[in-house]
């Protein structure tokens, strides 16, 4: 009898430790767990034509560091999320000519993010009502 009652206790206590660690999952853990692909951004259909070098993507780094590729230019920058926001800086870019809007449709949501949110397979940037971007973990 006390062999089963320490059992019982034993898998009551990792059941209650298992429902309490998805709720204090980290955010930064969360970004930083994947290299993100641009797989939407608002008012653009086909991203495949407007992007023909490559998708952007957004690679957050632990210290808020942030690197990334606008569909064109190379850009190593920073990120800080604050009061359940986000902000991000694209830093330094390099310079190459771009042709067609791309990468300046995605640098323009990009400027005008605000919030944010991620799960495992999905990073949703907003201007705090409009959803802006979203992306996917990149797929090497």
Request: glycine residues 12%.
């Amino acid at each position: 009898m006390r062999h089963f009652q320490r059992l019982s206790a034993l898998v009551s206590l990792l059941i209650c430790l298992g429902c309490g660690s998805s709720k204090g999952i980290n955010p930064i853990a969360l970004l930083t767990a994947n290299e993100w692909e641009l797989s939407a951004i608002q008012g653009i259909g086909s991203l495949e034509s407007l992007y023909p070098a490559g998708l952007p993507s957004l690679y957050f780094l632990d210290g808020g560091k942030l690197s990334g590729y606008t569909g064109c230019n190379n850009f190593s920058g920073g990120f800080s999320l604050e009061s359940g926001g986000i902000q991000l800086d694209p830093g330094a870019m390099t310079k190459k000519a771009c042709p067609g809007s791309g990468e300046d449709d995605f640098l323009s949501a990009f400027a005008r993010v605000k919030t944010y949110t991620v799960d495992k397979e999905k990073l949703t940037l907003s201007d705090g009502a409009t959803e802006l971007m979203s992306f996917i973990p990149k797929k090497d």
